[in-house]
């Protein structure tokens, strides 16, 4: 599948933080994943800033590894799969932005964008746990609720590689709170670390007796503390993220019936609070399955890569020379 030639460069800008590594061909990593914050102007991500911390990392990356087969860029956003524009990252503040090109017209090296969750899907599938399967979903359930498919052999990416857009299915617009996405009651306003936290505010604000409030100790809540309270035997955070599951499974079975799966691969901040947690979403997600069959053989896993984006972008490298060097011979044959 991949080419044995050069190494990738390869950036993770996430909604705060930029990974980057180098990594081979075989999907080896050289070198530690090293992380940035992501530098913001005001509200907005700040490409200009962004250079330069490729720059060194390009310098570094030839001085030590030689040849750089390509430089592949995980953004957690929409990317359009002709132009590999950013169409939108709402994290970044960024929209319409010609990413590909900029970067282009400022390295030699041939230049690969793409969404976040598809190049997980790609680095699972090239490298991780996806590896021999021709279907399965990646998920990410953290601040929202993505997915990304890999559907015979190959990434289903719809028509304008939009697909897997999970957390905007409508769960209930009539009682359902507002989504980043301009409607109602979709289903990551249920089942994301958003979610958690705002439902955590809003019974910390009712009066409910819970020590998510002495964690908080006054500051903004996060997702992980309501998970340190839960431990805790809290009743409130037990509840709260009772109802998380409930309808994170309901979405994760909407998918398993839709596409007959085995497999479903899960990363995102929130999957990090571990295996109790995870045995939760797996007892919950059979109830909502048609197939009897395929509920005892699904597999529901955590991920099996340090951040398979990474992985998936350079896959991605590797794939474009592949391509690259198969029609050049063709044009050299004929
Ligand atoms: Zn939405």
């Given at each position: 599948m991949v080419k044995k030639n050069g190494i990738a460069l390869v950036f993770d800008i996430g909604g705060t933080k930029l990974e980057s590594v180098v990594i081979d061909s075989d999907g080896n990593l050289l070198g530690k994943i090293e992380k940035v914050q992501v530098p913001f102007t005001e509200d907005?991500?700040?490409?200009?800033?962004?250079?330069?911390?490729?720059?060194?990392k390009l310098e570094s990356a030839e001085k030590?590894?030689?040849?750089?087969?390509?430089?592949?860029?995980?953004?957690?956003?929409l990317i359009d799969k002709e132009s590999g524009d950013v169409v939108v990252a709402?994290?970044?503040?960024?929209?319409?932005?010609?990413?590909?090109?900029?970067?282009?017209?400022?390295?030699?090296?041939?230049?690969?964008?793409?969404?976040?969750?598809?190049?997980?899907?790609?680095?699972?599938?090239?490298?991780?746990?996806?590896?021999g399967y021709d279907n399965f979903a990646w998920l990410t359930l953290s601040t929202g609720f993505g997915a990304f498919f890999f559907l015979d052999g190959k990434l289903f990416e719809g028509e304008r590689g939009f697909a897997g857009a999970l957390g905007h299915n409508t769960m209930d617009d009539v009682?359902?709170?507002?989504?980043?996405?301009?409607?109602?009651?979709?289903?990551?306003?249920?089942?994301s670390g958003r979610a958690l936290e705002r439902n955590a505010q809003a019974a910390i604000d009712m009066g409910h007796k819970t020590k998510i409030k002495e964690i908080a100790n006054g500051?903004?809540?996060?997702?992980?503390?309501?998970?340190?309270?839960?431990?805790?035997?809290?009743?409130?955070?037990?509840?709260?993220?009772?109802?998380?599951?409930?309808?994170?499974?309901?979405?994760?079975?909407?998918?398993?019936?839709?596409?007959?799966?085995?497999?479903?691969?899960?990363?995102g901040g929130l999957v990090k609070a571990g295996e109790p947690f995870m045995n939760r979403i797996r007892a919950a997600v059979k109830k909502h399955m048609?197939?009897?069959?395929?509920?005892?053989?699904?597999?529901?896993?955590?991920?099996?890569?340090?951040?398979?984006?990474?992985?998936?972008?350079?896959?991605?490298?590797f794939m474009n020379m592949q391509n690259m060097s198969e029609s050049n011979e063709g044009i050299s044959k004929g």
């Open positions: 907005k991500a700040s490409i200009d800033d962004i250079f330069p911390i490729i720059d060194s030590r590894n030689g040849t750089i087969a390509g430089i592949g860029i995980s953004v957690c956003g709402p994290n970044l503040h960024w929209y319409d932005v010609s990413l590909t090109k900029l970067l282009s017209e400022r390295y030699q090296e041939p230049i690969f964008v793409a969404t976040d969750t598809k190049l997980a899907a790609l680095g699972e599938a090239t490298w991780g746990a996806g590896k009682n359902g709170h507002p989504c980043g996405c301009g409607r109602f009651g979709c289903l990551e306003t249920f089942a500051e903004e809540i996060r997702a992980e503390m309501v998970f340190e309270a839960e431990k805790m035997g809290d009743e409130t955070a037990i509840k709260l993220i009772n109802q998380l599951v409930h309808y994170a499974a309901i979405g994760i079975g909407q998918i398993i019936n839709i596409l007959d799966l085995n497999l479903i691969i899960m990363g048609f197939c009897q069959e395929a509920a005892d053989e699904i597999e529901i896993i955590t991920e099996s890569l340090p951040n398979p984006a990474l992985f998936g972008a350079a896959s991605l490298v």
